[in-house]
T-cell receptor
Framework: RKEVEQDPGPFNVPEGATVAFNCTYS??????FFWYRQDCRKEPKLLMS???SGNEDGRFTAQLNRASQYISLLIRDSKLSDSATYLC????????????FGAGTILRVKS | DGGITQSPKYLFRKEGQNVTLSCEQN?????MYWYRQDPGQGLRLIYY???????QKGDIAEGYSVSREKKESFPLTVTSAQKNPTAFYLC????????????FGQGTRLTVV
C-alpha cells in the first residue's frame, strides 16, 4: 500500500463547478498535511496547509479526518486557471522525518 | 528576492558521464531535498539533508550522490551508475524536516543523449 494515495483523475469539470479531491495516508502518526498545485512542466507550489479544524482560503477548503486518515480539498466556482495537478503531501517527524508526496490528481476545467 | 535557484534549467548528458545539478537557497532553511519526477508520475525522494554536513538516502538514491558543505547549497550528482537518468529533477527546502512545508526550485530537466 502506498503511503499517500490519490485518485489520479483526470477530473474534467465545467467552469463554475464544485470539485472535491480526496487523499488517504497510511501512517497514523503523520502530523502535517499540505496541498500543492503543479502546473504542466513546472515545480509544485504550496496551495495550502491542512489543519485539524479545517481551513479555507477563498474558493479552496481543506479538511482533515484523522480517524479515517484522509484529507480533502474542495474547489468551488472552478476557473479555467485552476487546471493543474493537485498533490497531497503528508509529513511525519518520526517517519524518516520527511515529506511524502502523492502522485497527484489532474483537474481540467473547461469553458 | 528570497528563494531557491536551480541550474541549469535544461541539461543534456552523454551516456557514461557524471553531471552535477546545482541547488542554492537563501531562505536560511535547514532542510533540503532532491526529488525526481518522471512523466505522469509523482515525486520520488532521492536524498535529503536535515542540516549542514549531514544527508540521508531517500527512496531512490542509487546512482546519485550529494553533498551539503554549506547551508545554502545542496548539489546533486547524477553518476553513470544511474541507468535511467532522464527526468525532471526538483530541489526543495524547508525550515526543518517533517513538519513544515517545502518550497521548490524551478527544476532541471535532464536528458540523456
Amino acid at each position: 500500500r502506498k503511503e499517500v494515495e490519490q485518485d489520479p483523475g483526470p477530473f474534467n469539470v465545467p467552469e463554475g463547478a464544485t470539485v472535491a479531491f480526496n487523499c488517504t495516508y497510511s501512517n497514523s502518526a503523520s502530523q502535517s498535511f499540505f496541498w500543492y498545485r503543479q502546473d504542466c512542466r513546472k515545480e509544485p507550489k504550496l496551495l495550502m496547509s491542512v489543519y485539524s479544524s479545517g481551513n479555507e482560503d477563498g474558493r479552496f477548503t481543506a479538511q482533515l479526518n484523522r480517524a479515517s486518515q484522509y484529507i480533502s480539498l474542495l474547489i468551488r466556482d472552478s476557473k479555467l486557471s485552476d487546471s493543474a495537478t493537485y498533490l497531497c503531501v503528508v509529513g511525519n517527524r518520526e517517519y524518516g522525518n520527511k515529506l511524502v508526496f502523492g502522485a497527484g490528481t489532474i483537474l481540467r476545467v473547461k469553458s | 528576492d528570497g528563494g531557491i535557484t536551480q541550474s541549469p534549467k535544461y541539461l543534456f548528458r552523454k551516456e557514461g558521464q557524471n553531471v552535477t545539478l546545482s541547488c542554492e537557497q537563501n531562505l536560511n532553511h535547514d532542510a533540503m531535498y532532491w526529488y525526481r519526477q518522471d512523466p505522469g508520475q509523482g515525486l520520488r525522494l532521492i536524498y535529503y539533508s536535515q542540516i549542514v554536513n549531514d544527508f540521508q538516502k531517500g527512496d531512490i538514491a542509487e546512482g546519485y550522490s550529494v553533498s551539503r558543505e554549506k547551508k545554502e547549497s545542496f548539489p546533486l550528482t547524477v553518476t553513470s551508475a544511474q541507468k535511467n537518468p532522464t527526468a525532471f529533477y526538483l530541489c526543495a527546502s524547508s525550515i526543518s524536516m517533517g513538519g513544515t512545508e517545502a518550497f521548490f526550485g524551478q527544476g532541471t530537466r535532464l536528458t540523456v543523449v
